[in-house]
């Protein structure tokens, strides 16, 4: 069985076909650049990468460009367009009634439409997406899979803010959380490992955007996003958790409209805000070892901010079983691994250094320290394949 996996944003469209009997992905590319001067990238285990430049005036464009090339005689990997038996779209809000994948129809579509305010960047893209699939497609299954979803089990206290009570009731202000494929694919994993299906997991995905989550019994029962994803820890540009009194006090003083606070809150924030170098972590920690200040601190904060993140979880689950790092930082930052851990030997959480600082990396590893209590854990995050298994099962 094969499924195509598509992520679209407002001038790209990623994509992934998994062979669902091997459960592997035996092509991926991007369509970037849509509506502008489009470039297409094209990977096939065991074929030569394929590059080049390509008209996309539309998401139709660059859905009908990535079926014929994988049909294509050399680079595809399929013989027709016809062996796709369903395509799973990536969504990063569903709202309060997409609360798990579900394949979509009309009244699935007209729900996302209505609640696109809730997510402006990434909601419309997603739509236009799944739209342009569907007309390129029309006689196959289209399935949903939302990122919002993995929280909906959240108990109230854990997702209703403590504001009048009927600005939840009518505008939905909530807290709904995100990156939910992720963190349920890398809980789901670390169970497995731990070999226990009713742990207590916490996990870091961590990257241009983070946001950690506790999960027990494999259902989230808190994370650090809220009703944006500018909620929780310090990220690239985005500042995280404030006093809410912070974005008012800016309009006052600098006399910005609430439009151009957001813009300062969300771009001009995070990592880059305090080190003024970057909002790449790397950019970042080669500044803060040549001696940048204000690189070094931006690194604490971020440090310190996940601590504290990790130390309220494990209060509110009543321990923990085990701590996961995922995505770009998580995956790859040996320092910020062992900064986070460090110190928190009462806990029960230490790493063996040596493992942490030579792992291979792209595998699951277990960098727990001997005779550690919790296991500490990297895996590699697959969100795209969390997206083709939800697919499968819905449509097979």
């Known amino acids: 069985m094969k499924i195509l996996v598509v992520n679209a944003g407002s001038s790209s469209l990623k994509y992934q076909l998994f062979d669902m009997d091997t459960n592997t992905a035996i092509a991926k590319g991007n369509c970037e650049r849509i509506g502008i001067d489009g470039v297409v990238t094209h990977k096939c285990p065991g074929k030569e990468d394929y590059k080049t430049s390509a008209d996309f005036p539309d998401h139709r464009a660059a859905i009908e460009c990535v079926l014929g090339l994988l049909t294509d005689e050399k680079l595809g990997v399929i013989g027709s367009v016809k062996e796709i038996a369903a395509v799973g779209h990536r969504f990063a809000h569903g709202g309060e009634k997409l609360r798990a994948s579900t394949v979509l129809g009309p009244d699935e579509v007209a729900y996302l439409e209505s609640i696109a305010e809730l997510n402006p960047l990434h909601g419309p893209p997603a739509i236009s997406g799944f739209k342009a699939c569907k007309e390129v497609m029309p006689d196959i299954k289209h399935v949903g899979v939302f990122d919002t979803s993995y929280y909906s089990n959240m108990k109230e206290e854990a997702y209703v803010y403590p504001i009048p009570y009927e600005l939840y009731e009518e505008y939905k202000i909530r807290r709904y959380g995100f990156h939910g494929t992720s963190h349920r694919y890398v809980a789901a994993k670390a169970a497995e490992m731990l070999g226990k299906k009713d742990a207590k997991i916490i996990t870091c995905h961590l990257g241009n955007g983070s946001s950690i989550t506790?999960?027990?019994?494999?259902?989230?029962?808190?994370?650090?996003m809220g009703f944006t994803p500018q909620d929780g820890?310090?990220?690239?540009?985005?500042?995280?958790?404030?006093?809410?009194?912070?974005?008012?006090?800016?309009?006052k003083k600098k006399g910005l409209t609430a439009e151009e606070v957001e813009k300062v809150l969300n771009n001009q924030s995070g990592l880059l805000g305090v080190s003024g170098v970057s909002s790449d972590c790397r950019d970042v920690a080669k500044a803060a070892a040549s001696g940048n200040a204000r690189a070094a601190l931006a690194l604490k904060i971020l440090v310190h901010n996940i601590k504290k993140i990790i130390g309220s979880y494990i209060a509110e689950m009543n321990g923990v079983d085990a701590v996961v790092f995922t995505a770009?930082?998580?995956?790859?930052?040996?320092?910020?691994?062992?900064?986070?851990?460090?110190?928190?030997?009462?806990?029960?959480?230490?790493?063996?250094k040596e493992i942490n600082n030579t792992c291979e990396r792209g595998v699951d590893v277990d960098i727990s320290a001997k005779g550690a209590k919790v296991k500490t854990f990297v895996i590699p995050t697959n969100e795209e394949y969390m997206i083709a298994l939800d697919t499968q099962n819905l449509t097979k």
């Open 233 to 251: 820890v310090p990220m690239g540009t985005r500042s995280g958790a404030l006093d809410p009194t912070v974005p008012m006090y800016i309009m």
């Open 328 to 352: 770009g930082i998580g995956e790859n930052d040996r320092a910020m691994r062992e900064n986070v851990c460090e110190g928190m030997d009462w806990l029960g959480i230490a790493i063996d």
């Open 214 to 224: 506790a999960t027990v019994n494999g259902k989230a029962i808190d994370t650090s």
